[in-house]
């Protein structure tokens, strides 16, 4: 799929240029109609401020007031295929009215959208324009864009490129070429920080502490991810230390990520209020949110590979070859070669520790981080195997040794992880 991205800023004010794009040209007061022309993507995205409204009776009518001004520009101009719309929160103080917030809102709103929108199962080839976009609203949507970009790769090619015109000077320019200022084939780049803690998702940005308070205990969602992130950590670290065992045993709720999504943005939506030419936020969207996004469209990318408690040698091959590469792909296959060559026919499940003793070998009896990351996850003293017509794995649920301590298996792997974090 060919999407065409663009950030524009204050577009009534801008002035018919005479525009090249390869060996189009194209007289206009945008770049968007000769950049469709010549890329012909099958959807395009334009980007705007909120700072834009004139509107202040609601933020609803905000809104309204801007995708009613530019539906109108768009004809105008004559776009010539669908165009989407997307607002995000500014800040600032401008003729028509103040803006109060957070300016990192921007980048968790693209990230939200893009997330929504951008195919998580096909090869892309992305184009974003950047030649009407205003400083950090720009810089921020691009951001957001390339996290997404950087998951969506983890299966599929995709293409990036990124233009922005020669300055127009008034009076001077005749003819403003539009110049590719990147292009790269977009490396794969899963979600490679921890979910944190629970006041870490909506920030408290001018709202009296009692209210915030009472705005947190409905994220009923949120709270049960919190409950149980270690687990959910333990997955996101899978795909960065090439685990393929804990990446199919803890492969996340996808409806339960998207529910804390969707409460914490409609909080956030709640907490803006709308006053005479002003609009303030009394909240802001965090690093915990933004982490969400991304495990939320890194589960799309996902959710197509074998996952289970009990997987089989086939199944864990598959997760590796689709998501690993470099230097983890090759020492997780060859982890798995390793122990298929060694695990004898097993009509019941055994811990692998004790087939190694019964081969005469002396496994440490106590959990080693170090052997844990080194081995793909798959410590003897953390793994159960059974082998008939195919060999299975599964973490045992018997208590292990580690850190002088006897603890579930799934403690001992969530202190592994967050040791590795530099926790």
Known sequence: MKLLIASWGDFERWKETKYRFGDERLSNASTLPILQKVIEPDWTVVVLPDTLGRNFSSYEDLKEDITGRIGSFFE??????????????????????????????????ALYYFSTVVPSNEPLEVHFDSTHGLNYITFLVYRALKDILGIAALRNPVRFKAY????????????LSINVI???????????????????????????WGDYGKFL??????????????????????????????????????EE?????????????????????????????????????????QLKVTEDLPKGREMSFEGLMAVTQALFRGRAKFSTEEELHRLS?????????????????????????????????????????????????????????KKVRYNNKSVPPTDAIAMIIEKAWGG
């Not at 002003?278 to 469209?297: D, I, M, N, Q, T």
């Not at 060559?341 to 520790?353: G, H, N």
């Open 76 to 109: 105008h101009i004559g776009v010539g295929r669908e165009v989407d719309v997307l607002i995000v929160p500014g800040v600032g103080t401008f003729p028509n009215g103040s803006f109060q917030g957070s300016a990192l809102d921007v980048y968790y709103t």
């Open 164 to 175: 922005n015109s020669d300055p127009y000077v008034p009076n001077l320019s005749r003819e």
């Open 182 to 208: 990147e292009e790269a084939m977009i490396e794969p780049h899963p979600l490679s920080e921890p979910l944190p803690g629970k006041k870490e998702y909506l920030l408290n940005h001018g709202m009296e």
């Open 217 to 254: 205990s409905e994220l009923e969602h949120l709270n049960r991810i919190i409950k149980s992130l270690k687990l959910y950590n333990i997955w996101i670290a899978s795909l960065i230390h090439g685990l393929p065992l804990a990446f199919a045993s803890y492969y996340p709720d996808g």
């Open 257 to 297: 990520v998207n529910g804390a999504i969707e409460e914490i943005f409609e909080l956030y939506s709640r907490a803006v209020e709308v006053g005479e030419r002003e609009v303030k936020r009394k909240l802001a969207l965090g690093p915990g949110f933004g982490g969400l996004v991304k495990l939320s469209f």
């Open 341 to 397: 060559r060694a695990v004898p026919p097993l009509k019941e499940w055994k811990l692998l520790a004790e087939v190694f003793k019964e081969q005469g070998k002396n496994p440490n009896p106590t959990v080693d981080p170090r052997n844990f990351l080194a081995h793909a996850g798959l410590e003897a003293n953390m793994i159960e195997v059974r082998r008939e017509d195919e060999l299975y794995f599964r973490y045992t649920e």
